[in-house]
């Protein structure tokens, strides 16, 4: 059937789950039991995050994904804040699984840790369905659904000509890198760690090549920083496991995004600073997600680049301001009113 609507609506195929906080005065050691002074439950997942943010950054949004019985709150909230769900399955009783669980430990002294259980995330029918993309222009995936759906989606949405855009958050395998179906890929979203981590899975010979790898980003000058993310985007651009025709996004925390188009014919990388805190920095929980799902909001705009990414940090500095991950994420209208 022939679709009429040629406004555009993305898909985001991934993980929905709950996140159990409990507040304790210290982290459980072995062997002990200690009682909880509160414990809260919000929606979380980082596919759930990020359709979340296309849907309040005004993007047309479906997530597909998997719930279990106990997980419809976690529809109804996603459902309020304007995410369809049409394509969120709930799992029937046979399946006998649980929506997926984050046990979050959360200490007096700042201290955090956390069980994950990837439940109906998991879930794969059998055999694998050729996913239907016909009512979607754009998709947008991570990583913590079963690998195999995630590209089967992927090859799908390149046959069907969508623009997409991957966060590869958990990474993959350094074998699942190499084997990773590039071609089929518009847009790649990365932190500086996660770079450098592609750069590692496709070195040829580990031993000539030395990537800079370090996980405190603000022990670095922004001047060192932007070097070493600038060599690494050109580095990965050019790598045979790679492919060229991949426009590349690597955020870096409080000093802002790198950006690079090939795709437009512009060999540049640019770079932005995050935006200015108007309040006291809270909890950045979540600021990748809020970045993923207001940028794919934006390219379905079809904005300039350099327009939608600067959308994109104010409503990060927002939400790195507000405690939670999605709590967090702003409105559409609350992120114009700062940017003017
Ligand atoms: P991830 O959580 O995926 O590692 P980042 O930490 O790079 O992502 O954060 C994504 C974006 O959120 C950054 O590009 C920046 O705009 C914003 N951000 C994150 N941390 C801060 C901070 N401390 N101050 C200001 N903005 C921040
Ligand atoms: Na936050």
Not at 309 to 328: D, F, H, P, R, W
Request: proline share 5%; with cysteine.
């Amino acid at each position: 059937m022939a679709s009429f609507s040629s406004q555009p609506k993305c898909l985001v195929r991934g993980s929905i789950n709950i996140d159990e906080f409990f507040a304790l005065p210290h982290i459980v050691r072995p062997g002990e039991t200690i009682s909880s002074t509160s414990l809260t439950k919000r929606a979380g997942g980082k596919g759930a995050n990020q359709a979340y943010a296309v849907a309040r950054a005004g993007g047309k949004v479906d997530l597909d994904g998997c719930i279990g019985k106990d997980g419809e709150w976690v529809r109804d909230f996603l459902k309020s804040g304007g995410v369809g769900d049409t394509r969120l399955t709930t799992l029937n009783d046979e399946v006998g699984k649980l929506t997926g669980r984050a046990i979050i430990q959360s200490a007096a002294d700042g201290e955090n840790s956390i069980v994950l259980h990837a439940g109906a995330n998991y879930h794969l029918a059998s055999p694998l369905p050729t996913p239907d993309l016909k009512d979607y222009t754009h998709i947008l995936l991570q990583n913590e659904i079963p690998l195999q759906s995630t590209l089967s989606y992927l090859k799908a949405s390149k046959t069907s000509g969508l623009i997409s855009v991957f966060n590869p958050s958990p990474m993959l395998s350094q074998k699942n890198l190499r084997e990773f179906p590039w071609e089929c890929l518009s847009w790649l979203i990365v932190n500086e760690g996660e770079l450098f981590d592609l750069l590692d899975a496709f070195q040829q010979d580990p031993t000539t090549i030395k990537t800079k790898k370090n996980n405190n980003l603000e022990d670095l000058s922004l001047e060192e920083l932007k070097a070493r993310s600038t060599e690494g985007i050109l580095n990965l651009h050019s790598n045979p496991y790679f492919s060229e025709n991949i426009n590349i996004i690597c955020t870096l925390g409080s000093k802002g995004i790198l950006y690079f188009n090939p795709t437009s014919g512009s060999k540049e990388i640019g770079h932005l600073p995050a935006g200015k805190l108007l309040n006291p920095l809270k909890d950045t929980t979540g600021a990748g997600d809020c970045f993923a799902g207001y940028f794919v909001a934006g390219l379905m705009r079809g904005e300039k680049l350099e327009d939608v990414l600067k959308t994109c940090l104010t409503a990060c500095a927002i939400c790195v301001e507000n405690q939670g991950a999605m709590e967090s994420v702003p409105s559409r209208e609350t992120v114009l009113s700062r940017l003017t």
